[in-house]
DNA sequence: CAGTTGGTGGGGAAAAGTGGGGAAAGAATG
DNA sequence: CATTCTTTCCCCACTTTTCCCCACCAACTG
C-alpha cells in the first residue's frame, strides 16, 4: 500500500498486547491479511521488526536468492528465522508480542512504535533514546551526504 | 503545480491548529489530496517541513533507493520517518501540528510559514529571524559562490 | 459600502487507545 | 482419561483525542 512513517508510544499491557496505531494500520494492504511477521532487528541496539505479511512475502523472495551452503548466509538466514513468529490482530487491533522478542528488545510497560518504510519497528522508548544521542554525526551532517546530490 | 514561495506569519490555536494560507494552497495540485506530509528539517535549527502529498512521494522514491542494511542509511531513514507524519486539512483548511514537532520546533503561539520550492518550512519566528543574522557570511557573499558561474 | 474571501476560536459528536472479566482452547499432571 | 492450570482471545466499558460544524471578525473587491 504506503510507506510506513511516525511514531507513537504506546503502552504494552499486563498481558502483552500492544495496539497498532490506527495511523499505521491504514498504510497496510488488505492483502496482509491483518498479519504481521516480526523477528529481531539487523541493528546492535535491539528493536523489534514487524512486517506485514504481504511485506514479508518480500523479504521470503530476498532469503530465496540466499546461497544456504555458505556459512555465513546460513547463520544469517538462522538468526532471523529463529526469532520470527507470525502474529493476527485480535479485535481491538492489538497483537501478542511473543515473550522472547519483548525480552530481546526489553520492552517493558511502553513501547515506541516507529513506521519505517516497509516495516515497523518497536523499541524501548530509552534505547532509542540513546540510539539517537549516542551518534557522533548529526542527523544534518547524515542527510547531506546519504541525500547528497538528491532532491530533499 | 508551481514552486511554493512568499511566507506569512499565522497564529497557532490551543488545540495546536494552523491555518495554510490561500496563496499557498494555490500552488498545490489536487492529486495532493489536501494532505500534507510533515516530518524535521536537516538542519541545525528546527523547523518543520511539510510536503504536499505528491510531493512527498517523490522523496518516498529516493528513500526507496536507500540500502536498509547499511548503518548510515538507515540511521536517515528512522530519523526522518521517526518525525513524519500525515496531515489533512480540516473543512477550514487547518493542520493539526503534532506535539513533537511543535515541541521540536520550538512554536508557541505564531508560527512562520515559508514556501520553500517543493515544500513549506514552519519556522518559530524568532528562531529564523536569529537564522539569519547569525551568519557570519553576508547573503550577498553566499549568491556569489552558490549561483556564481551559472545563469541567475 | 455591500458582498465575498480568508483567518480564528470553541462546543460537541465520533473515533481511537486502554484496561479487565470471563469463556474457550490447549498443556500439564495425577 | 479426567482434572487442573495456563494461555489466548472475545467482549464490554471507560477515557482521551480528533475532527466536524457553526459562528464571528477582519480585509479585500467590485
Redesign the pocket.
Known sequence: MSFFKGR?T??V????RL?I???MRKSMSPESMETFVVTRGPDEDPCIYAYPLDEWQKVEGQLAGLNQYNDRDRFFLRTLLYWADEL?F?????V?LPKALVEFAQIEKTALIIGAMDHLEIWNPEIFESYLTKRQESYAEVAETVMGGRLL
Not at 485480535?90 to 492489538?94: A, E, P, S, V
Open positions: 507513537e504506546y503502552s499491557d499486563d498481558k502483552g495496539a496505531p490506527a495511523k493476527i485480535d479485535k481491538q487491533h492489538r501478542m
